[in-house]
């Protein structure tokens, strides 16, 4: 018997025309992986919502969704809420307690298992995690990763035989996130769980479901084994630009047989129907050589006098009217160096300069005025009032003078946009005190493909304006195609610094996919682009 | 043998609470010696020579408190010399000392308390009473170090989108209103995640249950006991009226009798009572070390 059974599920939400859920029926076998993709707002998270009896959204609900044979509505209280597990995309809100045991104990707690009880499976729980080093922290200090890492963990406690998960990598950077994703694949292969989960970053995800589900506007128009279904997606670019690379590659170029989907399976693909010489793209990086935007002169910092030093000698700087992209794994600094460059925290040595002047001179805060702004990584913490009309308003922002377009977003509340919404409306904000340098901390972070390609548009429209961008970033992918100059963040300093096409070429690991699938079949294809542009100089797929 | 704050939480709750309960309410100049004396080993041996602002407020305290009652009360038989109009008397001067000695000694206590009960033990105490209440306590817990932490982060970006645009107070003032008008609606967005995750692991489904974590040994019964029996031996000297004491018009101490003399005996013992047991501790890790 399969696990779920979706029948004609239909879903308005009360005060909407349009159903977010409309038609949808599919079967979830047991033990199986399954993968549902599609841009914000196609309606995933609601659909899986409505898999979890506890927090259904309220509205018009049509069909039915049998869970291992019984209609979820008629399923007892208790059963139901251990029987299906659900993690969900925030770290922070979704945990419950102070105590990561306490964490890992609740959804037990609240079952009414005996205390004994509760002891062995948190322990077991917690030894299958690797959980046990932190067990007695407190759930505030822990990282991003760990946090979701606990969430998991205090779902599985419970023993459910259904795990869904609504994009529970997107706050996540990309270590933690495949530390993520390796769990649940460890779940499901050595423990059969049967696994729903929703995610944009499916380079990791693709190669390891059993299946692809993809929304669009509400219906299922995809729903099959992931070669079958990526191949099938050529017409549709926007939902293939999501893709792992190897497949976007393979569906562009036309490629005939079965679609790769590793990194693997794509050199080979690459190695076989490759045939001409051409190795190399003429790129001409053409450096922008302006004035110093922005300066660092061996800068040291430290959050308190016995801590370790997190910038050591920080040396680097922006040249005006540039893209200045700085990559680097957790916890190097990167964040601390925008924080320095923005003056909220003091260096105890060294010198940063803005446009020549150094901080120290920008007397009474007129660094803020007309030169430099930074754009947080939670871009919540920019908004301050109930809707994004009073919120430009407040700052006296036109919207109509940005370089893009948000009209439509005017009256909702900053809080309920979309990840790329928010994106976009926090810059909208920013960009009203018309800053030279803007500064921005991952500004990638938990959006879906098409949000980041229109971020992209943003950024570079901003650069023939005349502004200078500084952006701190995990996503390789991004920088690629982005960027004016790459740096590599190492160690509170900076250890390589050069055009996105020679520093991703150069790098063997943290590079971009295709950059790591065309390493020695081709000396520079950095983007798919680049990629796709050689094979086709070198005649296209045979 | 295990260190005092080891113990269960119980146990540890229940002698802080005799200490400073009879402290409270008796007012017998030498159990209030013995209260104040083993206030400051307590939290001494603990803490060792640092602390030291807590001992300078705790010594100002003391003195201000053992001035302000000769002072203010004029009670009492023997005039030691007149201030200003105003009577001195040598009953108050001894009142205000030994109710110095008596707030000053449950301070003490207290700053120790505080040092032990850690949240963790303070849970498992609320959840022996009620497992909702317990919760509640937890997620209070969190959420107090949550908000602080977003404040700061709103502050710092609005800082450096140029919200604060004067340097001058109002302006800082002004920022700051807004900075927690939009931190009420965080917490509140924050709360229907928080409670969509509380009901997805079967909040409210029926009856909670409380995990346990610390468990009674041989040795917390032992200390509970040993609690109890010198506390109740204090008690009934201090019931019988065996520890009256006097001050105004003139000091007059009931005679303590055989029960008096145990009770102060017990109240020096009970406040003692971990001190043994850590220089226990300490011997006996001396002589597994020696053995090595």
Known sequence: METLDVRDLTFTYPLCNAPAVSNVSFKVEKGTFNV?????????????????????????????????????????????????????????????????????????????????????????????????????????????????????????????????????????????????????KKLNSELGLTIILAEHRLEEVVPICDRLLVMEKGSLIADGQPRQVIAGLASKPEILCGMPAASRLFTQLGGKGECPLTIREGREFLEKTISGQIQRLNRAETLVAGDKALEFNSVFFRYSKSSPDVLCGLDFSVNTGEIFCILGGNGSGKTTSLAAAAGLIKPYAGTIKVFGKKLKEYKNRSLYRNCLAMLPQDVQTVFLKNTLREELSDVSCDPKSLPYDITHLLDKHPYDLSGGEQQLAAMAKVLAAHPKLLLLDEPTKGLDPASKSKIIEVIKRLKENGVTVCIVTHDVEFAASCADRCAMFFAGRIVSIAPPNSFFSANTFYTTAISRMTRGIFQNAVTIDDALELCQRNGGCS | MRSFSDYHPIVIAVWFFSVTGVAMFCNHPPLMAIALCGGVLFFGVRNGLSHGRTHLYFGLLFTVLALANPLISHNGKTVLFVLDHNPITLEAVLYGLNSAAMIVGVLYFFRSFSQIMTSEKLLCITGALSPKLSLVLSMALRSVPMFGKQSRKIADSQKAMGLFSEDNIIDDIRGRMRIFSILITWALENGIVTADSMAARGYGTGRRTQMRRASFFAADWLFLGLTLGLVGLCSAAVGAGRLKFEFYPQLRAASPGFLGIAGIFAYAVLVMLPLINETGVKLKWKRLMSEI
């Open chain 1, 36 to 184: 549902l993709c599609g841009a914000t707002g196609s309606g995933k998270s609601t659909l899986l919502r409505l898999l979890k009896r506890e927090i259904a959204p309220l509205g018009e609900k049509n069909g039915q969704v049998f869970f291992c044979g019984t209609d979820i509505d008629s399923l007892d209280d208790r059963k139901a809420a251990a029987s299906i597990g659900f993690v969900m995309q925030q770290p922070e809100q979704q945990i419950v307690t102070d105590k990561v045991w306490h964490e890992l104990a609740f959804g037990l707690e609240n079952l009414g298992i005996a205390s004994a009880e509760i002891s062995r499976r948190t322990a077991e729980v917690a030894s299958f995690f690797g959980i046990g080093p932190w067990y007695e922290k407190e759930t505030s200090e822990l990282s991003g990763g760990q946090k979701q890492l606990l969430s998991l963990a205090s779902v599985l406690a419970m023993q459910p035989e259904l795990l869904i998960l609504d994009e529970p990598t997107a706050q996540l950077d990309p270590i933690a996130a495949s530390e993520f994703i390796s769990a649940l």
